[in-house]
């Protein structure tokens, strides 16, 4: 066997683990709650994920002091939920564990348990809508497995999943996240979108001549682009529709894009191509996260550093 051959052979190989790495195995859900409004939409989700793929769930709550009146929003927000849980018939067990900080305490409790998905609400109770809570942002950082965040704008009417967006920047990131996702359209049946944000550097608007040739070259942009996009989920065997758009802001173009399509979840890598190694999440997912009309899947390879 000649080198060339050998070489194939290896990248063959290579591929087919890091396909097989990326296979959607839920057996066990963690779901860290503080029993605040949002966090009883992210339970819905988790126990449906839980219910679809036969998984066990784990309802983890982090406390450091406890007094009467925690204790009796505790009970009241789980007997809210009774219902979901019997009518589900998953396997929910409640967890209470004292930390005095909750993101190295959740983040023990999944790498501990081994549990392949944390689904949690981005903000508490005193936290803005319009960033992101650190606790989080932390566990989105350093998390063993996925995370699926369900934000401050996102509906509480994302069930069933019925259309799934996948942001694709061509990153390994996002290749792992695209295959990934496709197990959960095939449990949901639902539809996919391939979509890519090819993002257009700002000019100074007197600059005429760039402004005519930027009028005529984006078509003949996205036109290849799109091509590109198409070979590579051939390539990668990724199914689904293929849609690439020029934009100054990738992160809005994608909420943008959610909301006028009706998109259930978005999957996306937690960092691209363009994002820097001294920011804790990459611009365009920290963006999705904050502001996405539905819930949003965010897988990466390894944890960021």
Request: glycine share 6%; charged share 20%; net charge negative.
């Amino acid at each position: 066997m000649t080198v060339r051959k050998l070489l194939m052979a290896r990248d063959l190989l290579l591929r087919e683990i890091d396909k097989a790495g990326c296979e959607m195995k839920l057996r066990h859900l963690v779901f860290p709650t503080d029993f605040t409004p949002g966090s009883a939409k992210a339970c819905r989700l988790a126990v449906d994920l839980a219910r679809r793929f036969e998984a066990e769930v784990s309802m983890l709550h982090v406390f450091h002091h406890v007094n009467e009146e925690h204790l009796k929003h505790s009970f009241s927000w789980l007997l809210a939920q009774g219902p979901l849980f019997t009518e589900s018939a998953v396997h929910v067990t409640p967890e209470f564990v004292s930390g005095t900080s909750p993101e190295e305490t959740i983040l023990e409790f999944a790498r501990e348990n081994q549990a392949d998905l944390l689904v949690m609400a981005t903000q508490g109770p005193f936290q803005p809508a319009y960033r992101l809570g650190s606790i989080t942002e932390r566990v989105l950082r350093y998390a063993p497995c996925p995370v699926l965040t369900v934000g401050s704008e996102a509906s509480g009417s994302s069930l069933p999943v019925k259309r799934i967006l996948i942001a694709f920047d061509f990153s390994e990131n996002s290749r792992s996240a695209a295959r990934y996702a496709q197990e959960m359209a095939a449990s949901y049946g639902a539809e996919m979108h391939v979509f890519h944000v090819f993002e257009e550097r700002m000019q100074p608007p007197y600059f005429q001549s760039w402004h005519d040739a930027h009028e005529l070259e984006v078509p003949l942009i996205v036109g290849r682009a799109r091509e590109f996009l198409i070979q590579t989920m051939d390539k990668e065997n990724i199914r689904g529709k293929a849609e690439v758009e020029f934009a100054t802001c990738a992160g809005h173009k994608i909420v943008q894009y959610a909301s006028e399509c009706g998109i259930d979840l978005v999957v996306m890598g937690a960092k691209g191509y363009t994002s820097s190694s001294d920011v804790l999440l990459g611009g365009t997912t920290a963006r999705v996260i904050r502001t996405a009309p539905c819930p949003v899947l965010t897988f990466k390879t390894k944890p960021l550093t």
